[in-house]
């Protein structure tokens, strides 16, 4: 996948936004004001932020090269991967669910149910 198709992705998640505290360069997509990803182009390559369940994270960083542990975040939490290629684009959108989910699982009761209500629980927590 390339920065447009990521980017386009985690903005269609529900209620999805992209900031930009950062500055102009990277992409923190947030829902209901939590990031859930960023995005960004560093020498020619597109790297993504992506909240990860703990275990998990590592089986991703011994599998892929691409997965490395989160840069500039919890790298206990958080994966930082290299969209060179080598990640399958099923893969890639399975993480960015899973780090939505982990997310949004985290929200204020009342908005959990709002966007269930809204949404759908099939939508909200794909993992």
């Keep these: 996948m390339d920065y447009e198709t990521v980017k ?3 903005l269609n998640k529900p209620e999805a936004i992209e900031d930009y505290p950062f500055g102009p360069n990277i992409l923190i997509a947030k829902i209901k004001g939590k990031m859930f990803a960023s ?4 020498q020619g390559t597109t790297m993504m932020n992506l909240k990860c369940d703990p275990a998990h994270a590592q ?3 011994d599998v892929f090269d691409a997965v490395k542990p989160g840069y500039h975040m919890n790298k ?3 994966n930082t991967l290299a969209l060179d290629g080598s990640l399958p684009d099923s893969e890639l959108e399975r993480l960015i669910d ?3 989910t982990l997310v949004f699982k985290k929200l204020k009761k ?3 149910q709002a966007m269930e209500v809204n949404y759908g629980a099939a939508l909200l ?3």
């Design 98 to 100: 899973h780090s939505y």
């Design 110 to 112: 009342s908005e959990r």
């Design 125 to 127: 927590y794909r993992e």
């Design 8 to 10: 386009a992705y985690l």
């Design 59 to 61: 089986e991703l960083r």
């Design 39 to 42: 995005l960004t182009t560093n």
């Design 76 to 78: 206990k939490h958080w």
